[in-house]
Antibody
């Protein structure tokens, strides 16, 4: 059974960089059939797609976040990562990693990242 | 790229049917067969309910069904049960390997 687990700091200061890692078990991030990515949900609000990365390392980002986002993949560790630069309080959210195959079929449990000084 | 439009809330009594709409544009909902629906209970990760407009993953009850007409997709929950009370989100492919979600609908079982 495929499982995804987010990890990273739960508190980030304004203007700094948010960094999260998703560890995949029960499947391979090197699979050519899927994309892997991130979705976030501010407290009490809806879901927002952040971006995706494929097996070759090609990345696709939300137009609204593109200038601040970088995603990468480490196939040796079966992990992929998110970096979001210059964060503000508006970036406070639960961040989910997920697998994408024309639909988001597997999700991590989510990790709350709070932006605060 | 704007969020898809969903009603903020919907409700129904046990056993009834409820339909939740999701309106986009010809560049997302109306342009691709990649509309999906997700159910989210409080404090939990979203769960895939419907994909490719009307397909159900294995394990999802057939009480949940999806459809589309033009730029509006719909999720129908038939035979409402107490455990169906949750937030529901639609999502569509929007071209150029990008995706857009709806704002979410809170379903209350009366």
């Amino acid at each position: 059974q495929l499982q995804l687990q987010e990890s990273g700091p739960g508190l980030v200061k304004p203007s700094e960089t948010l960094s999260l890692t998703c560890t995949v078990s029960g499947g391979s991030v090197s699979s050519r059939n899927y994309y892997w990515g991130w979705i976030r949900q501010p407290p009490g609000k809806g879901l927002e797609w952040i971006g995706s990365i494929d097996y070759s390392g090609s990345t696709y980002y939300s137009p609204s976040l593109k200038s601040r986002v970088t995603m990468s993949m480490d196939t040796s560790k079966n992990q992929f990562s998110l970096r979001l630069r210059s964060v503000t309080v508006a970036d406070t959210a639960v961040y989910y990693c997920e697998r994408l195959e024309l639909q988001f079929d597997y999700w991590g449990q989510g990790t709350l990242v709070t932006v605060s000084s | 790229q704007s969020a898809l439009t969903q009603p903020p809330s919907a409700s129904g009594s046990p056993g009834q049917s409820v339909t939740i709409s999701c309106t986009g544009t010809s560049s997302d909902v109306g342009g691709y067969n990649y509309v999906s629906w997700y159910q989210q209970h409080p404090g939990k990760a979203p769960k895939l309910l419907i994909y490719e407009v009307s397909k159900r993953p294995s394990g999802v009850p057939d009480r949940f069904s999806g459809s589309r007409s033009g730029i509006t997709a719909s999720l129908t929950v038939s035979g409402l049960q107490a455990e169906d009370e949750a937030d529901f989100y639609c999502c569509s492919y929007a071209g150029s390997n990008t995706w857009v979600f709806g704002g979410g609908t809170k379903l209350t079982v009366l």
